[in-house]
């Protein structure tokens, strides 16, 4: 069973910080690699963040040098570490398998509001 929790989202202040915890099943964490999904209102999902089993990331532009995933294989838990956060931040925040194309997946958690107000 696919098992998808995330936690740690809020409201914020511009130029605040968040961390962000997503635990998630085995089956859909093991050796795969993880990202860190958002969908503004009237938006699509996109994906802001992913790593790898070994630890290896990668970002999109809009939040490189602001947010920082990370893993902790032992708990089958991911994070997403987002500092200098900026109203355009603002957003439903999910965690899943680490995918171009999140349309595709079927699977998601109930995801964390984050709020960034200026």
């Known amino acids: 069973q696919v098992q998808l929790v995330e936690s740690g989202g809020g409201l914020v202040q511009a130029g605040g910080s968040l961390r962000l915890s997503c635990a998630a099943s085995g089956n859909i964490f093991r050796f795969n690699d993880m990202g860190w999904y958002r969908q503004a209102p009237g938006k699509q999902r996109e994906l802001v963040a992913t790593?790898?089993?070994?630890?290896?990331?990668n970002y999109r532009d809009s939040v490189k040098g602001r947010f920082t995933i990370s893993r902790d294989n032992a708990k089958n838990t991911v994070y997403l570490q987002m500092n200098s956060l900026k109203p355009e931040d603002t957003a439903v925040y999910y965690c899943?398998?680490?995918?171009?194309?999140?349309?595709?997946?079927?699977?998601w958690g109930q995801g964390t509001l984050v709020t960034v107000s200026s």
């Open positions: 899943n398998k680490a995918s171009a194309y999140p349309q595709y997946i079927e699977v």
């Open positions: 790593i790898t089993w070994g630890g290896s990331t």
